[in-house]
């Protein structure tokens, strides 16, 4: 049997994702039997993102919660990357993270990487164009509800001239082949852009205490670089919880793009466009005819109305199941 090709990395993600496949390539841990009941306990009502694996991998989250257990405490980091208006795929990383806070009673930072969106050519954004999509997605983080007392939003280019020093030790203890062997960096990546780690990696150590990062599993990369320099350094290794991606619109391939309105459910769109974005492009994996769909409805395993609901959306696991048959 063939392998579906997929692709991952922190910046693109195309075909099929095999979760378990990436766990064993990106070398991570599954969130499974005794330690997803610990984190379960913890999260109280938000335990259905466990429970559902809904985020589903992590690094030294045992570590975390020991931690935590003997009185050490932890920190949380997360962040975006402003590249044009915030969709439902966003924001599930936010609302994981305000519960563990929440549940940890502590601090928030949240990177917003302006820098990074407008140094990736790609993308093709001006220096304006990042700055605009920056302050319009803190506000829509901020509108989580993060506790405004233990929070920091950090926008990089106005932060980094009070963490440049710090930058500059973590970019010395970084070489080239180490990050080009992580990231694919070629002769013709900009030198801007070959630099970036180091200053996403800055906000894993702003505190001598354990650093735990909820994210989408693309965001890896940057961490296990982290992780091979932070104990030279006087840190800790920074923990991770990785989730899987919401599916876009149009089926379970790839995910949500801001630059795909197809795709994807802006927060900023408003109840008819939302319903005319569900009608027109949701996938639901119908049956063979149009009567025999309305008899029996979509495939919930490919069902991405459905899926949404299971991923984020409805808690009860007993409507879930109402609604699934």
Known sequence: MVEEKFVVTPWEVTGAVDYDRLIRD??????????AKKLEEILGDAAYLIRRHVFFSHRDLNLVLDDYAKG???FLYTGRGPSGPMHIGHILSFYFTKWLQDKFHTNVY??????????EEKRNLSY?????????NILEIAAVGFDPDRTFILQDTEFIGHAYPLILKIARRVNFSLAKSVFGFTGETNIGFAFYPAIQILPSLLEKRR?????AIDQDPYWRIQRDIAESMGYYKAAAVHSKFLPPLTGMKDKMSSSKPETAIYLSDDDKTVRNKVYRFAFSGGQATKEEHRKKGGDPDVDVPFQWLYMFFEPDDKRIEQIRV
């Open 128 to 136: 304006e164009d990042t700055q605009k999509w920056a302050v319009d």
């Open 211 to 215: 650093c735990l990062i909820p994210s």
């Open 26 to 35: 990106f070398g991570t841990q599954p969130i499974a039997g005794p330690l």
């Open 110 to 119: 949240i990177q917003i990487t302006d820098d990074e969106k407008f140094l």
């Open 72 to 74: 050490r405490g932890l």
